[in-house]
């Protein structure tokens, strides 16, 4: 049996269906919020006539006041997604002074509705779900421009001598349950986002009180919750207030209990008024329910609701339904219907309440697993969240949402592939969803899958269709920023400030833009604006968001080497979140302690820290913040020298990286090692280190991971003598570093080339790329790779005979390294030193800087380091009256350079051997040994030692 007859409206190339609130352009779906296919409706239900603004306004907005500026933003999204720019409209014509006409022919089009089915009566065909790039159709739009975590932050990786010391939590931000759809912004989008941006009305449902307190019964709470939520966000009319906010925000509020919330017969109008500055919400929707009868089929579920004003603390509704247990839909059906009534919001459409019906799983035993869970997840306790999650999808493995809370449990317990695999199965099941709430498990997916692109794609689409929706825009600058594109990232967070308050005033905005400062190195400023979200989050009374902001205050104080500011911070951040119960952002902030006092040098008191957060993530079961703990460890261990120890709890850390399938941070793990065994003058093991996570950079896709790899590579590349693989490779990581605007890292690069271009023999061009490696490091306030830089040019200062300056240059960085206690840097600064003294004969002085650069050498276990301090020391001997144990020594340190493959401590030791011969009465040895050397130096382009042997064998 045919379905009843509807009426379509045609125009153009355009079908519409106002029953379904459809519109097609050529069969693609054309969407549109709510507002503008009303307005859509009207005026083609009148075309060719003018619809007044304010018969227009009425019944748009029957029963609330609004600023005619709400009209005007819908009319203008209807005209973007009919396609109409500029200030030619063929279809939605301004009558000046008045209102709207529908200026094209429309027709009106009877038809069988395409959703059922003939032979099967009622029965609705199913639809096929929507993926992003159905609806993202055309040339990609550019990235929202108004002038670039993982959702997790990456962890930071020694460059050279730039080590893995401090691992951050990161924020995470909370993900939303709402509902709708639109398309990817055109490419004059920005327009509409950097506009003033309408709110909707808000709503937050607290919970529910389980006034029997039977623990079999709690379960309800969560589900009762999660349906009521769907059912009024139906219809997009009101913007729901996720679940994970409202479960933060009982954590943090001061009245914090079991169900406390819900205890009143009514919210006192301060404890309203404090929930809506915390959440930003309109309207509370609370209550109680209780179950009667004995347990089984017969047992009766009586619900009281409350429908509170936020604004003013008066309730709207009051409002009960009692009913069988086992109708818990038809139940809250019930009950949503008489609270969109007391909201003024239209009732849901049959098509609708099926979606509202898909907001928990179809059996009663997966739907109560599901809702455990899911409460488990919002109060941070992913490990039991994954086993009641597990178990749901057991009982009905084929609804997706619970694959998808699973995903985000396991995701926050560091099992990257395991999530991604569930966000898969979560996608490929979601087609009774609604359409929005399709996309919002698409870019989960996306995320998990580290697709940054199509992830970046379809925040964008959902932040556009609801630009008042803070939480899509959050994500969209998140997953910007974790894809490189923390410029992105920050056009976005601009465009978040142009919310009206209270949503421009959430912490969470500067948390965002302090993510993407951070990523550029601008630590100055990511600390600015974490000091300006940790005051929000004490103005707002909201101390989880305090103590995060915190975190990353400290995490930019300690970049910025200001160990006290970043002390203080990071002891704040422990002591709110200890307060609150949250031992993961606890022990976050008891890591970032214990990294504190290992720049301190108190190493003992940061290993005993360390094992402490380690014992707290081993017992959550987190196993991400397990590996990144340990390979913190193992630098404690490499400070104390014990490189055996540190390698393998690197190891063990990347172990665990490979068990949860982290090919990021599995990478980083490899660099680690390499760093390792270059430290220990293993060069050929570590460039196999290197190599497999620059391999495994690339196959995740992670230009900054990659840029790592590269610069170390290339430094590793240029102490084995390879100077053209060298600077080949440092020039593949310069872009890199650009595009994803990771300076620090750069910098690096910058330096290395200075020194092909050192060795090369074109001081010139290696004065320019040291000095702008100092102006790249002074402005992001990296005092000790500042200092690193001003070695470097006291290199070349030495070749160029500014004595002077290469003292002065080598000394104000001694300073720095002694006081960050940066034991190899301090070697290499004084070895400069101790070379101006010898070029000035102060032999007294040089043999002063060179004990101590050795001394350092030596305990620092820098193998390089340490053989360029031999090399100087045995020509100061050799000044002083002992050139044949200076050869003894040069020779022995000759021997052991090319044991370990480091080409230039080779080259410097046959040098110096070569020049004391010569002045020692051992010419004609010295010159044949400087013309080899000469040649050997040519050969592997090291210019400036080939033209010092030849000019040296002419003496």
């Given at each position: 049996?045919?379905?009843?007859?509807?009426?379509?409206?045609?125009f153009?190339?355009?079908?519409?269906?106002?029953?379904?609130?459809?519109?097609?352009?050529?069969?693609?779906?054309?969407?549109?919020?709510?507002?503008?296919?009303?307005?859509?409706?009207?005026?083609?239900?009148?075309?060719?006539?003018?619809?007044?603004?304010?018969?227009?306004?009425?019944?748009?907005?029957?029963d609330?006041?609004?600023?005619?500026?709400?009209?005007?933003?819908?009319?203008?999204?209807?005209?973007?997604?009919?396609?109409?720019?500029?200030?030619?409209?063929?279809?939605?014509?301004?009558?000046?002074?008045?209102?709207?006409?529908?200026?094209?022919?429309?027709?009106?089009?009877?038809?069988?509705d395409?959703?059922?089915d003939?032979?099967?009566?009622?029965q609705?065909?199913?639809?096929?779900?929507?993926?992003?790039q159905?609806?993202?159709?055309?040339?990609?739009?550019?990235?929202?421009?108004?002038?670039?975590?993982?959702?997790?932050?990456?962890?930071?990786?020694?460059?050279g001598?730039?080590?893995l010391?401090?691992?951050?939590?990161?924020?995470?931000?909370?993900?939303?349950?709402?509902?709708?759809?639109?398309?990817?912004?055109?490419?004059?989008?920005?327009?509409?986002?950097?506009?003033?941006?309408?709110?909707?009305?808000?709503?937050?449902?607290?919970?529910?009180e389980?006034v029997?307190?039977?623990?079999?019964?709690?379960?309800?709470s969560?589900?009762?919750?999660?349906?009521?939520s769907?059912e009024?966000?139906?219809g997009?009319?009101?913007?729901?207030?996720?679940?994970?906010?409202?479960?933060?925000?009982?954590?943090?509020l001061?009245?914090r209990?079991?169900?406390?919330?819900?205890?009143?017969?009514?919210?006192?109008?301060?404890?309203?008024?404090?929930?809506?500055?915390?959440?930003?919400?309109?309207?509370?929707?609370?209550?109680s329910?209780?179950?009667?009868?004995?347990?089984?089929?017969?047992?009766?579920?009586?619900?009281?609701?409350r429908?509170?004003?936020?604004?003013?603390?008066?309730?709207?509704?009051?409002i009960?339904e009692?009913?069988?247990?086992?109708?818990?839909f038809?139940?809250?059906?019930?009950?949503?219907?008489?609270l969109?009534?007391?909201l003024?919001?239209?009732?849901?459409?049959?098509?609708?309440?099926?979606?509202?019906?898909?907001?928990?799983?179809?059996?009663?035993?997966?739907?109560?697993?599901?809702?455990?869970?899911?409460a488990?997840?919002?109060?941070?306790?992913?490990?039991?969240?994954?086993?009641l999650?597990?178990?749901?999808?057991?009982?009905?493995p084929?609804?997706?949402?619970?694959?998808?809370?699973l995903?985000?449990?396991?995701?926050?317990?560091?099992?990257?592939?395991?999530?991604?695999?569930?966000?898969?199965?979560?996608?490929?099941?979601?087609?009774?969803?609604?359409?929005?709430?399709?996309?919002?498990?698409?870019?989960?997916?996306?995320?998990?899958?580290?697709d940054?692109?199509?992830?970046?794609?379809?925040?964008?689409?959902?932040?556009?269709?609801?630009?008042?929706?803070?939480?899509?825009?959050?994500?969209?600058?998140?997953?910007?920023?974790?894809?490189?594109?923390?410029?992105?990232?920050?056009?976005?967070?601009?465009?978040?400030?142009?919310l009206?308050?209270?949503?421009?005033?959430?912490?969470?905005?500067?948390?965002?833009e302090?993510?993407?400062?951070?990523?550029?190195?601008d630590f100055?400023?990511?600390?600015?604006l974490?000091?300006?979200?940790?005051?929000?989050?004490?103005?707002?009374g909201?101390?989880?968001?305090?103590?995060?902001?915190?975190?990353?205050?400290?995490?930019?104080?300690?970049?910025?080497?200001?160990?006290?500011?970043?002390?203080k911070?990071?002891?704040?951040?422990?002591?709110?979140?200890?307060?609150?119960?949250d031992r993961?952002?606890?022990?976050?902030?008891l890591?970032?302690?214990?990294s504190?006092?290992?720049?301190?040098?108190?190493l003992?008191?940061?290993?005993?820290?360390?094992?402490?957060?380690?014992?707290?993530?081993?017992?959550?079961?987190?196993?991400?913040?397990?590996?990144g703990?340990?390979?913190?460890?193992?630098?404690?261990?490499?400070?104390?020298?014990?490189?055996?120890?540190?390698?393998?709890?690197?190891?063990?850390?990347?172990?665990?990286?490979?068990?949860?399938?982290?090919?990021?941070?599995?990478?980083?793990?490899?660099?680690?090692?390499?760093?390792?065994?270059?430290?220990?003058?293993?060069?050929?093991?570590?460039?196999?280190?290197?190599e497999?996570?620059?391999?495994?950079?690339?196959?995740?896709?992670?230009?900054a991971?990659?840029?790592m790899?590269?610069?170390?590579l290339?430094?590793?590349?240029?102490?084995l003598?390879?100077?053209?693989?060298?600077?080949?490779?440092?020039?593949?990581?310069?872009?890199?570093?650009r595009?994803?605007?990771?300076?620090?890292?750069?910098s690096y690069?910058?330096?290395s080339l200075?020194?092909?271009?050192r060795?090369?023999?074109?001081?010139?061009?290696?004065r320019?790329k040291?000095?702008?490696?100092?102006?790249?490091?002074?402005?992001?306030?990296?005092?000790?790779?500042?200092?690193?830089?001003?070695?470097?040019?006291?290199?070349?200062?030495?070749?160029?005979?500014?004595?002077?300056?290469?003292?002065?240059?080598?000394?104000?960085?001694?300073?720095v390294?002694?006081?960050?206690?940066?034991?190899?840097?301090?070697?290499?600064?004084?070895t400069?030193?101790?070379?101006?003294a010898?070029?000035?004969?102060?032999?007294?002085?040089?043999?002063?800087?060179?004990?101590?650069?050795?001394?350092?050498?030596?305990?620092?276990?820098?193998?390089?380091?340490?053989?360029?301090?031999?090399?100087?020391?045995a020509?100061?001997?050799?000044?002083s009256?002992?050139p044949?144990?200076?050869?003894?020594?040069?020779?022995?340190?000759?021997?052991?350079?090319?044991?370990?493959?480091?080409?230039?401590?080779?080259?410097?030791a046959?040098?110096?051997?070569?020049?004391?011969?010569?002045?020692s009465?051992?010419?004609?040895?010295?010159?044949?040994?400087?013309?080899a050397?000469?040649?050997?130096?040519?050969?592997?382009?090291?210019?400036?030692?080939?033209?010092?042997?030849?000019?040296?064998?002419?003496?």
């Amino acid at each position: 049996m045919a379905g009843p007859p509807k009426i379509f409206y045609e125009f153009d190339s355009f079908r519409m269906d106002p029953e379904e609130r459809v519109l097609l352009q050529n069969g693609s779906p054309i969407p549109l919020n709510p507002k503008a296919f009303e307005i859509l409706t009207i005026l083609v239900q009148h075309s060719e006539r003018v619809v007044l603004k304010d018969d227009l306004m009425k019944q748009l907005w029957p029963d609330s006041f609004v600023e005619e500026a709400n009209l005007t933003q819908n009319i203008f999204m209807l005209r973007k997604a009919l396609g109409e720019s500029g200030r030619s409209y063929r279809y939605v014509v301004t009558v000046p002074g008045r209102g709207y006409r529908f200026a094209v022919k429309v027709r009106e089009v009877p038809g069988i509705d395409p959703n059922f089915d003939k032979d099967q009566g009622q029965q609705p065909l199913p639809r096929p779900p929507i993926r992003s790039q159905e609806i993202l159709e055309g040339p990609a739009s550019p990235p929202l421009v108004l002038g670039q975590v993982p959702s997790r932050r990456q962890i930071g990786l020694g460059i050279g001598v730039l080590v893995l010391l401090l691992m951050t939590g990161g924020f995470i931000y909370r993900m939303p349950y709402v509902q709708g759809f639109w398309r990817d912004p055109s490419p004059d989008s920005t327009a509409v986002v950097g506009a003033a941006i309408p709110l909707r009305r808000s709503v937050a449902v607290l919970g529910f009180e389980n006034v029997h307190g039977q623990p079999d019964e709690g379960w309800l709470s969560t589900a009762i919750s999660e349906m009521l939520s769907t059912e009024l966000a139906a219809g997009e009319e009101l913007r729901l207030i996720s679940g994970e906010d409202v479960a933060r925000m009982k954590q943090e509020l001061p009245w914090r209990g079991k169900d406390s919330l819900t205890k009143e017969t009514t919210l006192s109008k301060s404890t309203a008024e404090q929930i809506r500055r915390d959440l930003g919400s309109d309207f509370l929707v609370l209550g109680s329910y209780i179950v009667l009868g004995e347990k089984g089929s017969r047992q009766q579920l009586h619900l009281d609701l409350r429908l509170q004003d936020a604004r003013n603390g008066e309730v709207v509704a009051s409002i009960g339904e009692t009913g069988p247990e086992t109708d818990l839909f038809d139940l809250l059906s019930r009950a949503g219907a008489k609270l969109r009534g007391k909201l003024s919001v239209p009732a849901v459409s049959p098509a609708e309440a099926g979606i509202v019906r898909a907001s928990l799983p179809s059996s009663p035993e997966a739907a109560r697993l599901y809702a455990e869970g899911l409460a488990r997840l919002r109060v941070l306790d992913a490990l039991s969240a994954r086993d009641l999650l597990e178990k749901a999808i057991a009982v009905e493995p084929q609804h997706p949402l619970p694959h998808s809370a699973l995903a985000q449990a396991l995701s926050v317990l560091g099992y990257d592939e395991k999530a991604r695999n569930e966000a898969k199965r979560a996608f490929d099941l979601f087609k009774d969803l609604p359409r929005e709430q399709q996309l919002w498990i698409e870019g989960r997916y996306r995320e998990f899958s580290k697709d940054w692109k199509k992830a970046t794609e379809v925040y964008r689409t959902l932040y556009m269709y609801t630009p008042d929706n803070l939480e899509y825009g959050l994500r969209l600058a998140a997953v910007q920023d974790g894809g490189g594109n923390s410029k992105d990232s920050l056009a976005t967070v601009a465009a978040l400030r142009n919310l009206p308050p209270p949503e421009r005033d959430d912490p969470r905005i500067d948390l965002a833009e302090a993510d993407a400062a951070e990523s550029l190195s601008d630590f100055h400023r990511a600390q600015q604006l974490a000091e300006s979200a940790a005051k929000k989050g004490v103005l707002q009374g909201a101390p989880l968001l305090t103590a995060r902001a915190l975190q990353r205050e400290c995490y930019a104080f300690k970049s910025l080497s200001q160990l006290a500011e970043a002390r203080k911070a990071c002891e704040q951040a422990r002591a709110i979140a200890s307060r609150l119960g949250d031992r993961s952002d606890a022990a976050w902030a008891l890591n970032n302690l214990a990294s504190i006092a290992s720049d301190e040098g108190n190493l003992t008191e940061a290993k005993k820290m360390y094992l402490e957060a380690l014992a707290v993530f081993r017992q959550i079961g987190s196993k991400i913040y397990t590996a990144g703990v340990l390979g913190n460890l193992a630098i404690v261990e490499q400070n104390q020298g014990d490189l055996a120890a540190s390698r393998q709890m690197h190891e063990e850390s990347l172990r665990i990286y490979r068990e949860i399938g982290n090919v990021n941070d599995a990478g980083l793990e490899l660099m680690n090692i390499g760093l390792i065994l270059q430290q220990q003058g293993d060069l050929s093991e570590a460039r196999t280190m290197y190599e497999g996570s620059l391999a495994m950079a690339r196959q995740a896709e992670n230009k900054a991971n990659q840029e790592m790899s590269l610069v170390n590579l290339g430094g590793l590349l240029c102490e084995l003598g390879d100077l053209p693989a060298c600077q080949k490779t440092l020039e593949e990581a310069v872009p890199l570093g650009r595009e994803v605007g990771e300076q620090s890292v750069m910098s690096y690069a910058v330096v290395s080339l200075g020194d092909v271009l050192r060795q090369q023999g074109d001081l010139a061009g290696a004065r320019k790329k040291y000095q702008e490696s100092l102006a790249t490091r002074n402005q992001i306030g990296e005092m000790e790779a500042a200092a690193q830089s001003r070695v470097a040019l006291a290199l070349v200062s030495i070749e160029e005979g500014k004595l002077d300056e290469a003292e002065r240059s080598a000394r104000e960085s001694a300073g720095v390294f002694r006081e960050q206690r940066a034991a190899g840097d301090e070697a290499a600064a004084q070895t400069v030193l101790a070379r101006v003294a010898l070029a000035r004969r102060q032999i007294a002085a040089a043999k002063q800087a060179i004990d101590r650069a050795l001394a350092l050498a030596q305990a620092s276990h820098s193998r390089d380091v340490h053989l360029s301090a031999r090399i100087v020391a045995a020509r100061i001997r050799a000044e002083s009256g002992a050139p044949a144990d200076a050869i003894r020594d040069l020779k022995e340190a000759s021997a052991e350079a090319r044991k370990i493959g480091f080409l230039e401590g080779d080259f410097q030791a046959r040098l110096a051997i070569g020049e004391i011969e010569m002045h020692s009465g051992q010419a004609a040895s010295g010159r044949t040994r400087l013309l080899a050397l000469e040649q050997d130096a040519r050969a592997k382009n090291f210019t400036l030692l080939a033209q010092k042997a030849a000019t040296a064998s002419k003496i």
